[in-house]
């Protein structure tokens, strides 16, 4: 069973930037394939970016593309994701989730083991 928290979430300014966390508890991070989704209010759960157990692999969401970036250090068991240039569409709950798998992928299904949440807000 891995465990994934979160943090990095807040209130920033368009334009501003964040970097969000996700620690995992298991020791053998480093074999799985690591993902970042998000969740506004009224909307599904979407893909935001993925990176593969080696962090050779990565896969970003058109939305995002150029304003976020997805990294992983396997000695710290911790995937980051740094979000510049934040617009307020970006306000969402955002999730890191797990996939055993091991190759970045970008469906949801795909992941078996999801964090609590982090809150990013954006105000115009």
């Known amino acids: 069973q891995v465990q994934l928290v979160e943090s990095g979430g807040g209130l920033v300014q368009a334009g501003g930037s964040l970097r969000l966390s996700c620690a995992a508890s298991?020791?053998?991070?480093?074999?799985?394939?690591m993902g970042w989704f998000r969740q506004a209010p009224g909307k599904e759960r979407e893909f935001v970016a993925a990176i593969s157990k080696s962090g050779g692999v990565i896969y970003s969401a058109e939305s995002v593309k150029g304003r976020f970036t997805i990294s992983r250090d396997n000695a710290k068991n911790t995937v980051y994701l740094q979000m510049n240039s934040l617009k307020p569409e970006d306000t969402a709950v955002y999730y890191c989730a797990a996939d055993p798998d091991g190759s970045a992928r970008w469906g949801q299904y795909d992941y078996d083991y999801w964090g609590q949440g982090t809150q990013v807000t954006v105000s115009s």
């Open positions: 298991e020791r053998t991070f480093s074999r799985y394939a």
